[in-house]
């Protein structure tokens, strides 16, 4: 369908007075060019429509003008379109204010019931330099995650969970608000794999691993390692999330030298796994971890 040029104009002259439009055209280099498509112009033009409705979280629901009471919608730009989605208002937000984290954990191994009794400041000084790296990726500024090498006598190590508790909190103007998120340790995920392949009721299975906005895999090293463990999971893991630039953060009890050890190590030659294969495989998965995340260490 082509759009008068009138109407593109006109929109294209609105679409730069709004902020987050702005942006998006700066960042990508887009002309006004790219509204001369029926998707692009009508997911600009719904988006506009609805943006000035002003949410107030101490407002009841009913109160909410949005199309949808409790949803407004955001744009997004990726290959060429833009993309209308609904998120939660403040309206809804406000309403669920206390636990409106719990939806965005797909999985998780802590209660942040209990967690929030803990406390949070035992983290420094050890954790200054990833401090200062946690908020660059909270505020959008980093896409890489952090691997975390903490050595087996620091007796706290729940930063992971202090984290991915403070992103599912995340609130409307972050970056990360309304993530999905999955956090455990490696060990457990593998179980979790093989109970989903047996149909023993546990729905998260490795797509769903792979997949997730944030994923939290800590104590790699720890699980049994096998051929199946390295090369059908942990590679597969993160070559996707790598290839999807999917935030990743893992954390380990070993160094990357460790680590290249003990996963190389497993090797079957009956089923043609050479040794000169699995030390292919596993600098791959060092390379895809040294890709996906900034590399600190905890002592
Ligand atoms: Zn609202």
């Known amino acids: 369908m082509h759009i008068e040029d009138i109407n593109l104009n006109e929109l294209f002259n609105i679409s730069m007075k709004n902020p987050v439009l702005q942006k998006i055209f700066k ?17 600009v033009e719904n988006y506009l429509k609805y943006v000035d409705i002003v949410c107030n979280s101490n407002e009841e629901l009913d109160k909410c003008l949005q199309e949808t009471k409790g949803k ?4 997004s730009f990726s290959l060429g379109y833009f993309y209308n989605s609904l998120v939660d208002c403040e309206h809804y937000l406000g309403l669920y204010k206390h636990f409106s984290w719990k939806r965005n954990f797909i999985h998780k191994n802590f209660s942040p019931t209990k967690f929030e009794q803990d406390n949070r400041k035992s983290f420094l000084p050890e954790y200054q330099d990833v401090l200062k790296a946690t908020a660059k990726i909270l505020k959008g500024g980093s896409k890489k995650g952090l691997m975390i090498e903490i050595s087996p006598e620091v007796k ?12 599912a909190n995340s609130g409307p103007n972050e ?19 093989i109970e989903s392949n047996n149909n023993q009721g546990n729905y998260i299975n490795q797509w769903t691993i ?15 390692i096998s051929i199946w463990s390295r090369d059908e999971n942990l590679f597969e893991i993160l070559k996707y999330r790598l290839d999807n630039s999917l935030l990743t953060f893992v954390s380990t009890n070993y160094n990357k030298s460790d680590l290249y050890k003990i996963y190389s190590s497993k090797f079957d030659n009956s089923k043609g796994i050479t040794k000169s294969m699995s030390e292919v495989r596993t600098r791959k998965i060092i390379t895809y971890l040294n890709q996906l995340t900034d590399y600190f260490e905890i002592k």
Not at 27 to 43: A, G, M, P, V
Not at 156 to 167: C, E, T, V
Request: charged share 30%; glycine share 2%.
């Open 27 to 43: 960042e990508n280099k887009l002309s006004k060019n790219i509204l001369n498509n029926y998707q692009n112009y009508s997911n």
């Open 72 to 75: 407004k919608i955001i744009i």
């Open 156 to 167: 706290k190590d729940n930063y992971f969970k202090f984290l991915s508790f403070r992103i």
């Open 175 to 193: 970056p990360l608000f309304q993530k999905k998120i999955i956090i455990d340790n490696y060990k457990s995920i593998l179980k979790m794999f």
């Open 210 to 224: 792979k997949t997730c906005d944030i994923l939290f895999l800590e104590d790699i090293g720890d699980e049994n």
